[in-house]
């Protein structure tokens, strides 16, 4: 019988443990996120913190020596990074959501395999699931030839974040057929579509450095480009791709829903310090404004809270339902749309957090460098995650609908 994959290992002592670990990693994400973000560069130093700290294993079940974090464990746990800086946490992020995935994707066997090396010597892994064409609604163009002893792989994957300091790659491809042309029956290729993993390290494998963006800029979301790699068969981790990650879809939504929620929170408390000291001294109308005192300023600022509180509760909810294995769907696309909500919720409602701290704020806001330019720029990065709030809206209605 397979272990389960939402399961409560931590203590309440060993939950706090892991916050603080957080709150303090935070704070040096903090202080060097707007020097990457200004250069567009990876924090390359926070990887060897985040390894010295042992967080890959955040999430690694204690059986393997990890830290044994659920979900909501998980989730809060990112969303104290996302507060020190939401573009790093990103990049760290696609870690724990790619181990999550592996807890229910992976045999115990692959598990017994790679899960200690996170634990013990802090193995970092992405998840290189996207192509140009379509993302990774796309069935995958990377070709797996099959030769003797396993694969050669060929591809490019447009958004591999993290892949600057990971240890291993995972990946889709088609398994081609022996000519290595991808099969022309349409539901054989989604049939063929796995999961394959590589050391980053393994000849052919190379990082393209595309990444250049509105937003989340030190998040190290490159190119990954394998060619004509050598993949040996008992690297294939998971023969059912496209099942099996969206079956396991909720350890990426919560957290980056939670990194959303940690940048909304940031955005909030930016706004609040602000506004409880900004004068606009003497105007028309008066001989000194205090803006904490404007009707227009107070509701604004008790809308953020709703918005925050809102996304807040939507995550905890769904996380509390996972690990208690109750009020979900059993249905699979409709368990994947409810699922999917606290991503939806907690993007768009950070953008509109971040819209209405800076309109409080004013014009000052507007000017490159000011925390809140910077958190507005991540923000927009949020509706493109998958599922895509549109991607998300269409499948509720259409599984609804039937």
Known sequence: MPTPVHVVEMSADEREHAF???????????????????????????AARVRE??????????????????????????????????????????HFGVI??????????????????????????DGAYSETRAGVMGLADT?????????????????????????????????????GELPGDHAERAAREVMLVCPATAPGVRIEKTWDALGMRASGTETVVFEDVFVPQADLVSAAF?????????????????????????????TLAILRKKRLGAVSEAADVKLSEQQLVQVG???????????????????????????????????LGWLEIPKVVSTENA????????????????RRGHVLEKLYRDARSGPFHPLTTDQLMQHLGRAELG
């Open 143 to 179: 070709r797996a030839v099959p030769v003797e002893g396993g694969y050669r792989v060929s591809g490019r994957k447009s958004w591999g974040t993290l892949s600057l300091v990971a240890d291993f790659h995972t990946f889709n491809a088609t398994v081609t057929n022996p000519n």
């Open 20 to 46: 603080a670990v957080c709150r303090e990693l935070a704070e040096e994400f903090r202080a060097v996120g707007p020097r990457h973000d200004a250069e567009n560069s990876f924090p390359h130093a926070m």
């Open 53 to 94: 700290l042992r967080l890959p294993g955040l999430n690694i079940p204690k059986r393997y020596g990890g830290w044994g974090a659920d979900i909501a464990t998980t989730a809060r746990c990112v969303e104290l990074l996302a507060y020190g800086d939401p573009a790093i946490t990103l990049g760290f992020n696609m």
């Open 242 to 270: 496209r099942p099996g990650l969206f079956a396991n879809l909720e350890w990426q939504t919560l957290s980056f829903a939670s990194i959303y929620l940690g940048l909304a929170r940031r955005a909030y408390d930016e």
């Open 100 to 125: 999550g995935f592996f807890r229910g994707m992976w045999s115990a066997e692959h598990q017994a395999r790679f899960f200690p090396g996170v634990a013990q010597h802090g193995h970092l892994f």
């Open 351 to 366: 953008i509109r957090v971040v819209d209405i701290g800076m309109r409080l704020v004013g014009g000052g806001a507007f």
């Open 301 to 335: 600022i008790g809308e953020m809270r709703v918005l925050i509180e809102t996304a807040a509760n939507c995550i905890e909810v769904a996380a509390t339902r996972l690990n208690e294995d109750r009020d979900l769907p059993a249905d699979p696309s409709l368990r």
